[in-house]
């Protein structure tokens, strides 16, 4: 007999605390990178190989999260997602005792599995769960988290990464912690309360694999502009380390620090967001991609490190405003009966751009003249996203007009 409750804050925690794994898997080894690219410089195409332990789950999140969102609509929520947190404990540790690229490589496959699962199931309860401007901010929360546990990780990163590489591996077993949150502050509807309240459908099991009320078109765009906007949303996260080691620091604990703060940038940018989300898509769109093209230029063209760490707080300031606009526009369109295809395909959009960040910031690297010239590149393709948020501005007016 499952529990009736209305939502509090210790069930939207709950869920909110989950969205800290998937940012787990690329920022808590980002500051031992420089040590796992000297680990295994002997492999050959290691320059691509060894980012792929960072990015390798952020691909399989892109290929998965529909496939995650179809298994949450037909099969219900909270018992894959607690399935989810057991396997990301497994084999998010993995690496503790691999010795062999390929061998961390596959586990970082499971990691990415498991994230999906975790990713879709976690978002679309927050959906289910809530509504209205409640909903609006859990979802934004959801940013404030993963940039606060960017912080975190970063540091912890940092600072385990001093006794070797291995060693941040160790955090991954965190995810046990969520399995007991989820297990002890969500539950399942009886079935005869089912049709209360949306707040009481969240774990249910809806049996339902049918399309007809799929937004196509409008998810379309979105989820368009979605791999546009994350390709920039984590190079801050995944290359500054990078970018520092290349002004002449050396410490991975340092690295840690000084990213971690310029991280700040992302919990800010949240902040505002939840000030101004109602001025419309179109020009929070504007100011967002405007805000991370300045700072994408001021990283590539200073020389110091006090001016690249500037240039990546106010990167990461537009950031933390870019990934609540889309993810809320997202959910705004998805109703109960298709939430998690459509949460899992948004995902995926957004998954997709992370990939392919830091295989564009190489690529620019190699054929522009190295790392800073990169970051300058991508500065001009985030001005470039004016074009795109006046498109989003139109689609939006159309669709609130009609």
């Known amino acids: 007999m499952g529990r009736q409750h209305e939502p509090g804050v210790m069930t939207g925690i709950a869920l909110l605390l989950p969205i800290t794994l998937t940012t787990m898997a690329i920022v808590l080894l980002a500051p031992v990178l420089p040590q796992l690219m000297a680990e295994f410089a002997d492999v050959p195409g290691h320059e691509y190989l060894v980012p792929m332990v960072l990015t390798l789950p952020s691909l399989c999140v892109a290929v998965l999260c529909p496939f995650a969102g179809m298994l949450g609509d037909y099969f219900g929520r909270r018992q894959l997602l607690l399935a989810s947190f057991v396997l990301y404990a497994v084999v998010g540790v993995a690496p503790l005792f691999l010795t062999d690229l390929v061998h961390i490589l596959i586990s970082r496959i499971g990691v990415g599995v498991a994230e999906a699962m975790i990713y879709v199931l976690s978002t679309t309860m ?3 769960y809530y ?3 409640r909903r609006d901010r859990w979802l934004a929360g ?6 606060v546990s960017a912080l975190v990780f970063f540091n912890i990163g940092g600072l385990l990464g001093e006794a070797g590489w291995r060693t941040p591996f160790i955090v991954y077993a965190s995810a046990l912690v969520m399995f007991a949150l989820v297990l002890k502050f969500t539950w399942e509807p009886s079935g005869d309360k089912a049709e209360i309240a949306d707040a009481t459908k969240a774990s249910a099991a ?6 007809a009320m799929f937004p196509w078109g409008n998810l379309a765009l979105i989820a368009g502009i979605t791999v546009y906007g994350s390709i920039f949303f984590y190079t801050v996260q995944i290359q500054a380390s990078a970018g520092l080691a290349e002004l002449g620091l050396s410490s991975a604990a340092r690295i840690g620090f000084l990213t971690s703060l310029a991280s700040l940038g992302v919990p800010l940018g949240t902040f505002i967001y939840s000030r101004l989300g109602r001025i419309g898509v179109g020009k929070l769109l504007l100011a967002e991609f405007g805000i991370l093209s300045i700072g994408f230029l001021l990283m590539g063209r200073t020389g110091s490190v006090p001016g690249f760490l500037a240039g990546c707080f106010i990167n990461q300031l537009g950031a933390g405003m870019l990934l609540p606009t889309l993810l809320v526009w997202s959910m705004s369109i998805l109703p109960f009966e298709v939430r998690g295809r459509g949460t899992g395909f948004w995902q995926s959009s957004f998954a997709l751009g992370q990939w392919l960040s830091p295989l564009a910031v190489t690529f620019f690297a190699l054929h522009l003249g190295g ?7 991508l500065g001009y393709m985030a001005a470039a996203g004016f074009v795109v948020a006046l498109v989003a501005g139109r689609k939006t007016a159309v669709a609130a007009n009609a």
């Open 131 to 133: 509504e209205g401007e």
């Open 126 to 128: 927050i959906g289910d």
């Open 371 to 377: 790392l800073m010239k990169s970051f300058e590149m």
């Open 142 to 147: 959801q940013t404030a988290f993963a940039s």
């Open 206 to 211: 809806p049996h339902n694999l049918s399309w």
